[in-house]
């Protein structure tokens, strides 16, 4: 395992992961990581450390209100939140991680547009 860190646009919102430094990262095309161009790295939450910005973030809910999106209130940067797929991990996006730790990646697409019938080939994560 490597620790990554990352963080949003403005610098307000850090944090830490452990994850591979080879990252199997998914591909969504539901409306929100559609629009955002998110690239999820799901992990269990013990291997997510929030390092500052509590503060800077809002919280953003929709549909079944299950997942919470969590970005910088003054940048907008999505860098991790809660996934619907995964209430007990959070998923980051790969986009924010800072350069230097990740090896290689490797990106799976997801039909989230159809979540209910596609749920079951989203890979579970396990502590």
């Known amino acids: 395992m490597t620790t990554h ?18 990252l199997e990262l998914t591909r969504c095309n539901c409306s929100i990581c559609h629009m955002a161009g998110y ?6 939450q013990s291997d997510f450390r929030l390092l500052s910005g509590q503060d800077d973030l809002q919280t953003y809910t929709f549909n079944t209100g299950v997942a919470r999106h969590r970005f910088c209130r003054h940048c907008g940067i999505k860098s991790f939140y809660v996934p619907r797929s995964h209430p007990d991990g959070v998923s980051v996006n790969a ?21 209910e019938q596609n749920i079951d080939q989203m890979s579970q994560i396990s502590d």
Do not use: K, M, Q, Y
């Open 5 to 22: 860190t990352g963080g949003c646009h403005c610098g307000r919102v850090r944090f830490e992961v452990d994850a591979p430094a080879d």
């Open 39 to 44: 690239l999820h790295l799901i992990v269990p």
């Open 95 to 115: 986009n924010c991680l800072d350069a230097g730790t990740v090896a290689s990646t490797s990106i799976t697409n997801f039909d989230g547009r159809h979540w």
